[in-house]
């Protein structure tokens, strides 16, 4: 499909190429003066031109070409009446040539001579440059002077001493000699003369010849040189080209005056040769003869080579034309320019409108692909590096180290998930400040009450330490420390589970056996009504370990029983030191269904001591 449309448009092209010449040339259409022969034998003479001296046929006198009607096809001449023309365009006439030339013979003595003289002044027509003034001999050279209207002088040698030297075509001196001439010349002669009477190159050149012609209807040939025709071959076939113009005025001069000849739908152009004078050309897109009413004629394209594609729909209009296409295609319609495409099919300029489109896009996304990912590396590596900085990687080797299935491992929490548990770390949520940081109530999404400890700086060379301590409190799981939330699942607040079990009667059902065989009844509830004390969620309600300690002597002296005989002592000593980090109540409960392990409610007033990164949280249970 594509390689038919592609042979399509090519073939198309080609067919268009011809036609198109074909409408340069009708619009140069040669157009008599209504009521006049336009045709003298082969030559059709358009106005400004006109057939017959003094018929009224042309412009002026000046243009009229005689017709000499005994000859047979007849011929041309142009008014002054020696010019023979060959043919007339819209700037230039051609008319035959004449040659100069000098003949001699095998002694030097000069057989026939043949000079030139052509005079086109009180014409309107002027020597044109498109012609040359050539020699042709091996022993000749020529001078020409020009005169009216331009004034000028040159001359030329051609000259050889061997036939070997010279070349086909090339006409620079040897055989063969051109010089230009100027624009402008209305009058020249040209004297043809010799150096040694041919005497040392007769047997191949017995003549020289000089002429002004059109350079591009002459090319030199070594034979030339002894070719007997050379003379009448050159004087047929090698015109002198003459520009042609109306008046002397220039266009401005021409257009004020009562005689401006251009008409309609033309315009005119000033003459080049320095002399004035004008001529008129038909405006694009339009035919005819400039100088004759009623002007130029629009040219309809769309008869003459249908300039639009298969499914275009041409119009013609005064100066040009228009293709539209069919209803279901669009383009501009023309065979020269886009066409016509079917409503689905590609169009060109869309294709590159919707590549340029989506070229920008893909730029933009790309652009901002990279942007965004350099943005989220970014970040990423800052909070590698602050992660690292604060330990985050110690962290991790150590639990992963030390982690056994006996030991449950620290969860470490993401920064937004701690920022959600403290609600964006609102002053509402604050438990309590500590020359390290700030301890914040927070929930997390599984409805878990936490402490959440924010450091305020971060001392890199507590780090090892503080991680040290992180990882000993995942592993330790003893009743008088914290537990760590672990990942021209088995969540139980414990302190609840205690206080209501109490509340429930239920308390002997959850104490160990052990207990409740060393223990009188009244002891075992004096001591779990203190640890409901202990529990108190405001710290003013709860007892100074003083009052704990004071409680517990108390007990102990009501009662004689082993238990606080054999551990009292050392115990209530422990408790009774200021400087120890942990206090507890010690009571040891068993949780039903996890008979097997072991929880401590631990009381650690100096809670807030722990150092830990605001990854690490805390049962908020644990009370002062
Ligand atoms: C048609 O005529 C114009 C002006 O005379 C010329 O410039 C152009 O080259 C011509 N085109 C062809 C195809 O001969
Ligand atoms: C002029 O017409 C004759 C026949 O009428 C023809 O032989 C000759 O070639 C034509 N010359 C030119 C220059 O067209
Ligand atoms: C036509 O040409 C012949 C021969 O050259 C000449 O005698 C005659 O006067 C010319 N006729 C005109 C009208 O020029
Ligand atoms: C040819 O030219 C030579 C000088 O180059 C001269 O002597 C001789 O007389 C000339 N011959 C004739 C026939 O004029
Ligand atoms: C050729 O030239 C020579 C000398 O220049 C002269 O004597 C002779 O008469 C000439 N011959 C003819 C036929 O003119
Ligand atoms: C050309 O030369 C002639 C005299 O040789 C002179 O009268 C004439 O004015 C000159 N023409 C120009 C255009 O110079
Ligand atoms: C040149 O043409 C003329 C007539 O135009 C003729 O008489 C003459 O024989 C021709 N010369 C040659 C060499 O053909
Ligand atoms: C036309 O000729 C007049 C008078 O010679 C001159 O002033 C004017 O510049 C010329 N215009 C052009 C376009 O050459
Ligand atoms: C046009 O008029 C001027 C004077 O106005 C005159 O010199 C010239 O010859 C006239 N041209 C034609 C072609 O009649
Ligand atoms: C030719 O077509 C073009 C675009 O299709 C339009 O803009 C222009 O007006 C048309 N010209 C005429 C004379 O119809």
């Known amino acids: 499909m594509m390689l038919k449309m592609f042979l399509n448009c090519v073939f198309l092209h080609l067919l268009l190429v011809p036609l198109a010449l074909a409408a340069n040339i009708t619009r140069g259409a040669n157009i008599a003066k209504p009521g006049c022969s336009s045709k003298c034998g082969n030559l059709t003479v358009p106005y400004p031109f006109g057939i017959g001296i003094g018929s009224g046929c042309s412009i002026g006198s000046s243009f009229d070409v005689n017709c000499n009607t005994s000859f047979n096809p007849p011929k041309p001449f142009i008014s002054t009446g020696n010019l023979e023309v060959i043919d007339i365009s819209d700037a230039e006439i051609r008319i ?40 042709v001999g091996c022993d000749d050279f020529a001078v020409i002077g020009g005169s009216e ?20 075509g090339d006409c620079t001196g040897i055989g063969c000699c051109q010089t230009a001439i100027p624009k402008g010349v209305k009058k020249f002669s040209a004297l043809l003369s010799t150096l040694k009477n041919h005497t040392g190159v007769w047997p191949y050149n017995p003549c020289g010849y000089a002429f002004v012609g059109e350079q591009d209807s002459f090319t030199f040939h070594t034979s030339d040189l002894r070719d007997p025709t050379f003379y ?4 047929d076939t090698v015109p002198v080209v003459l520009d042609w113009v109306i008046g002397t005025q220039n266009c401005t001069q021409a257009q004020i005056s009562n005689n401006f000849t251009c008409r309609l739908n033309s315009y005119c152009v000033d003459s080049d040769t320095g002399l004035g004078g004008y001529r008129c050309n038909c405006n694009n897109g339009y035919e005819g003869n400039p100088y004759l009413d009623p002007g130029c004629k629009d040219i309809n394209e769309c008869e003459i080579s249908d300039p639009c594609v298969e499914h275009g729909i041409c119009a013609n209009y005064p100066g040009s034309y228009n293709c539209s296409c069919g209803k279901g295609y669009f383009g501009d319609g023309k065979k020269d320019g886009l066409g016509c495409f079917a409503q689905n099919s590609p169009f060109p300029v ?47 080797q150590q639990l992963s180290t030390t982690h056994d299935n006996s030991v449950e ?17 609102a002053e509402d949520r604050i ?47 003893h009743r008088n420390v914290v537990k760590l939330l672990a990942k021209n699942d088995d969540e139980r607040n414990l302190a609840t589970f205690f206080i209501v079990s109490v509340k429930e009667n239920r308390l002997f ?25 202990c529990l108190k969620l405001v710290s003013e309600d709860r007892p100074t370990m003083k009052e704990v300690a004071m409680e517990l002597e108390r007990l102990r002296k009501v009662s004689n029983h082993p238990w606080a005989q054999e551990d009292g002592r050392e115990e209530t000593m422990g408790l009774m030191n200021e400087h120890s980090n942990l206090y507890t109540t010690a009571t040891t409960v068993n949780i039903p269904g996890q008979s097997s392990d072991l929880y401590s409610v631990s009381i650690n007033p100096y809670s807030q001591q722990y150092t830990l990164d605001s990854s690490m949280v805390f ?4 009370p002062r």
Not at 452 to 474: A, G, H, P, W, Y
Not at 509 to 533: D, F, M, S, T, Y
Not at 619 to 622: A, E, G, R, T
Request: glycine share 8%; proline share 2%; hydrophobic share 40%.
């Open 409 to 425: 491992c620290a969860q470490i929490y993401t920064a937004e998930e701690l920022q959600k548990a403290t609600n964006n770390y």
């Open 149 to 168: 209207g331009r004034n000028f002088t040159t001359g030329c040698f051609s000259l050889c001493s061997r036939r070997e030297d010279l070349i086909d």
């Open 232 to 235: 009448n071959r050159t004087v």
């Open 431 to 477: 438990l309590g400040r500590g020359g390290y940081g700030t301890v914040y109530r927070g929930i997390l999404p599984d409805k878990r009450v936490v402490a959440i400890k924010k450091s305020r700086l971060m001392d890199e060379t507590q780090i090892e330490l503080f991680i040290n301590e992180v990882v000993i409190l995942t592993q330790v799981n």
């Open 509 to 533: 059902k959850i104490l160990e056996p052990r207990v409740l065989r060393e223990g009188n009844l009244e002891q075992i509830h004096a001591i779990a009504e203190l640890v409901k004390r």
């Open 96 to 135: 035959k040539n004449w040659v100069a030339t000098g003949c001699y013979n095998q002694m030097g003595n000069l057989t026939s001579q043949n000079p030139i003289f052509i005079d086109v002044s009180r014409t309107p027509f002027s020597f044109s440059n498109a012609n040359m003034f050539t020699i």
């Open 350 to 396: 869309v294709k590159f409108s919707l590549g340029i489109g989506f070229g920008f896009l893909s730029l933009v996304l790309g652009a901002s692909w990279i942007y965004f990912s350099f943005q989220r590396r970014k970040l990423i590596k800052e909070r590698e590096k602050f992660f690292h900085q604060n330990g985050g990687l110690l962290l991790k």
């Open 619 to 622: 049962p908020i249970q644990s």
